[in-house]
């Protein structure tokens, strides 16, 4: 498999190359030449399968040239079996329509472990026996930077520099990074929202000098291999409920468009998806963008859905190139529109694409605790933030009697406060994390500025050979 940029005009690589890049050297996101699909038969032949097994069938082509399905099986057998389920992703029910699919059962309680875990071996892999030294730049609203962190510490070649934003991460986010102590592991608060952090990042891979010296690498979702290893949920819980034969609908807590993009990517490969329910928060970009194709930037709102604190998603660059014809230079010159004006509009092909298969919808404070007390009163399921604001977007759509399964990205005792107020339940950290409030932090602070921040890294990275 060969994988382009999304402004057409990067060099095209390999799987192995474009798991170590990060941002595409003409400021696109890798995607895959062309989807590769499975049959009926196929999608019919995961049920039952394990998730390990399913992983394998559903990520195979995709690596296809570069790794085995041996290799496949061994890294996913190592990256699941950290998980605290037996089922990795166990689907709950919460009435005749509504289902969870919990996806926190990692080590850090989140989603993101699910595909960082799996990256985190595939990095190991292909650094073991060169002589490259991956310098890991990323920015946080909280639970990429714990979950990359847990699967990067203390491996070898490998430095992660980590930026969050300062006081706008819950203190189990906060701790769960800065409690690592390993010497390859360099947390930095800086002053500023989310998006700002994310921009300061971009900023780093776009300087040719800055990026020339290292060998710079990113693990959040613009890292292709992230968004494949999250393809692999929606294949395992759909054929549970029916599919092949029975289209599912996900609704999906989304700000950088990631976790939404993957189950875009697995229609592609011929999975029956009735719908996939971009819900946000406040921070409404994307339903904007999809109910009236108006991609503009608002101001970030801090809200008790820090995941989603977002006003620009670097995902949805992906869609827009897919649904646009995969032209790289109209894409290229639309994104410089935005950067730019900081506004754009979708085209018609773009807005034409999105109708069948998106619906959004944005949830307020309000209507995210109801739905925290429905799930708890109702079904006696504890939800956090997140996923109480796509709950509640699954229940507000009319889809007749299709099932929909709620992803659930993050477990709710690493937002207890929230929680509480909410449902008056206080959720307890699971054992597995119960000393982090006594454990030592280790952070530095500083200005959200290119200088301080470039300056931090390069007297601490190892440059390129
Ligand atoms: C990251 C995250 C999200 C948003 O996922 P995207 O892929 O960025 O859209 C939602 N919920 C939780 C708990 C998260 O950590």
Known sequence: MRYVSTRGDAPVLDFQAVTLSGLASDGGLYLPEAWPTLTIEQISALRGLSYVDTAVEVMAPFVAGVLTRDDL?????????????AAVAPLVQLDGQHWLL????????AFKDVALQFLGLLFERFLTGSDKHLTVVGATSGDTGSAAIDALAGRAGV???????????????????????????YNIAIDGSFDDAQALVKAMFNSPEFSGKFTLSAVNSINWARLMAQVVYYFYAAVRLGAPERPIAFS????????????YVAAKMGLPIAKLIVATNVNDILHRALSEGDYSQGTVVPTPSPSMDIQVSSNFERLLFDLGGRDGGALAAQMHGFEATKAMRLTNAQRAGTGPLFASDRIDLDDMALAMRWAHESAGEVIDPHTAIALAAARRIDLGDTPIVTLATAHPA??????????????????????????????????GTFEAVTAYIGERATPSV
């Not at 919990?102 to 309680?109: A, I, K, R, V, Y």
């Open 73 to 85: 099986r061994t890294l996913c057998t190592q990256a699941y079996g950290r998980f605290s389920h």
């Open 102 to 109: 919990e996806l926190f059962h990692g080590p850090t309680l």
């Open 159 to 185: 430095d992660v520099f980590m930026l969050h934003p300062k006081g706008r991460v819950s203190d189990v986010q906060r701790r769960q990074m800065t409690t690592v102590l390993a010497p390859n592991i």
């Open 252 to 263: 999906v807590p989304t700000g950088n468009f990631g976790d939404v993009f993957a189950g």
């Open 414 to 447: 690493k937002f207890r406060d929230a929680v509480e107020r909410s449902t008056g339940a206080r959720p307890a950290l699971p054992k597995r994390i119960g000393d982090l409030f006594e454990r030592e932090e280790r952070y530095d602070s500083l200005p």
